[in-house]
């Protein structure tokens, strides 16, 4: 095999019947980056017999895990939604479609919405089984909307070829975003944030004839949300000091057929950072992290809405 | 004269879009080296195209002189995985169709029973036979086997 830039790599998703049953790809995406990987908790022989050497490794269990860094597409990023801890409703009677999320609290993931992930690196294809989405980090690049998802799966194995179909939508750049805090009040003072749910999933090994985790389990929720603003008065700190639940919605739309809309019904400021003076030319500005909390008027701590086009069943 | 069909059923059809979702890009896919097809449509494609395609692919252009992007191998994977549970796990079946079901509600789209996964549910539930219970009078008191109810193993 010659060798070959990244460039050349491609992946693509599709949700599985049965968990950990490899299904070939129906969704193809751009992507910024990847570190997928097959991990093995090897067993290795340090017993006493007269040598100080490593004597051999003896299997111990696998799993998968690794990031998918991607520009946010509404045709893409809903497919990621269903194999995170949440329900997703489906509405509309045609394109465009609307997903909007509910967090659930079991441990396992919902059945039939795990994922096959086929990563293909220098034409070696990698089909990645099982796989469910652990955490999702969104943030804004140059004014872009990315999104790494963190993704926890059981086993991988080769697979064929695929003939990647890319999708043409574009990505949510600067000029799209809409913020309220509350989520009624439109703010113009952020230029940056940071939205993260980390489900904390965790493969989970079970003593059998295979090597692969017998399932993989959700833990822990944690919500957060950090923004830098301009700082201009005294009402959201001392709001920080009371510990007051705002809601706060960060709206990315190009129209009515395409938008990726988060909520968080409940969330209290966590910390408060207003910049100390030290710079003459700099802004007075203010770090802010959220703590978003269960609300239990929508029985949501957060939200996602996306209208799209795609059409998932 | 070659062509690709694109038959994508997650995709809306190029001809039922508006203005705004053609800006957007929906409804058309990117091939790498054979260029830009609306789903829903065939379109036919050089022959000059089609060997740059099958020179940086690797792959030779199919005998029926049609390249079908569609999720037919996917579809028949996952029938295929489900008639095996089917067939080796009726119960832990039973329950992820249980669960399919349910899915199936949170879809007021109309467009659930395009749901592949949901179809092929072929004769659902699957009847799991009765462990055997010792005659009446038998001297054996050993309860019968309880069935391994644990349905993780299909999550």
Not at chain 1, 149 to 168: C, F, K, L, N, Y
Not at chain 1, 223 to 246: E, H
Request: charged share 20%; with cysteine.
């Amino acid at each position: 095999m010659a060798i070959d830039i990244q460039a050349t790599g491609t992946l693509g998703i599709a949700f599985e019947s049965v968990a950990g049953t490899y299904v070939a790809p129906t969704k193809f995406m751009p992507l910024r980056s990847e570190s997928l990987k097959y991990q093995q908790d090897t067993y290795w022989r340090r017993v006493i017999r007269g040598l100080a050497d490593n004597i051999g490794g003896v299997n111990g269990p696998s799993h998968i895990e690794g990031d998918i860094e991607i520009e946010v597409l509404d045709d893409v990023f809903p497919y990621f939604l269903y194999a995170s801890r949440n329900t997703v409703a489906k509405t509309g009677a045609s394109a465009p479609f609307t997903y909007t999320t509910t967090p659930f609290h079991g441990a396992n993931p919902t059945s039939a919405r795990t994922l096959s992930i086929t990563v293909v690196r220098n034409g070696v294809v990698f089909g990645y089984t099982g796989c469910v989405v652990s955490s999702i980090s969104m943030t804004v690049d140059n004014g872009v909307l990315v999104a790494t998802m963190h993704i926890v799966g059981r086993d991988e194995a080769t697979q064929s070829a695929p003939t990647p179909s890319w999708p043409t939508t574009t990505p949510f750049g600067h000029g799209v975003y809409t913020i309220g805090i509350p989520t009624g009040s439109t703010v113009l003072d952020i230029d940056t944030f940071t939205f993260q749910v980390n489900d904390n999933a965790v493969a989970e090994p079970r003593l059998s004839t295979t090597r692969a985790p017998q399932f993989v389990r959700f833990a822990q929720r944690e919500v957060t949300l950090s923004v830098s603003r301009d700082f201009s008065s005294r009402t959201d700190y001392d709001a920080y000091k009371a510990l007051t639940a705002q809601s706060v919605r960060i709206l990315a739309s190009k129209g009515a057929n395409n938008s990726v809309q988060l909520t968080m019904p409940a969330a209290v400021k966590d910390d408060f950072t207003v910049g100390q003076l030290g710079s003459q030319g700099d802004l007075v500005r203010s770090d802010i992290t959220y703590q978003a909390t269960y609300d239990t008027a929508t029985s949501k701590s957060y939200e996602f809405i996306v209208i799209t086009a795609e059409s998932i069943t | 004269m070659a062509s690709v069909k694109v038959d994508l059923p997650n995709m809306p059809k190029y001809s039922d879009l508006n203005e705004d979702q053609i800006a957007n890009g929906d409804g058309v896919v990117q091939i790498d080296y054979l260029g830009t097809f609306k789903n829903g449509e065939t379109t036919d494609v050089d022959d000059a195209v089609v060997a740059v395609w099958s020179v940086n692919t690797g792959k030779d252009w199919p005998e029926s002189g049609t390249l079908v992007i569609d999720h037919s191998e996917a579809n028949e994977q996952r029938k295929n995985a489900l008639d095996d549970l089917r067939k080796n796990d009726p119960e832990v079946y039973n329950a992820l169709m249980a669960d399919l079901a349910r899915q199936k509600l949170l879809d007021t789209s109309g467009t659930a029973e395009n749901n592949v996964v949901a179809d092929v549910v072929v004769e659902a539930p699957v009847e799991i036979p009765q462990a055997e219970t010792p005659a009446a009078g038998g001297t054996d008191s050993t309860p019968p086997a309880k069935a391994d109810t644990n349905t993780e193993a299909a999550s």
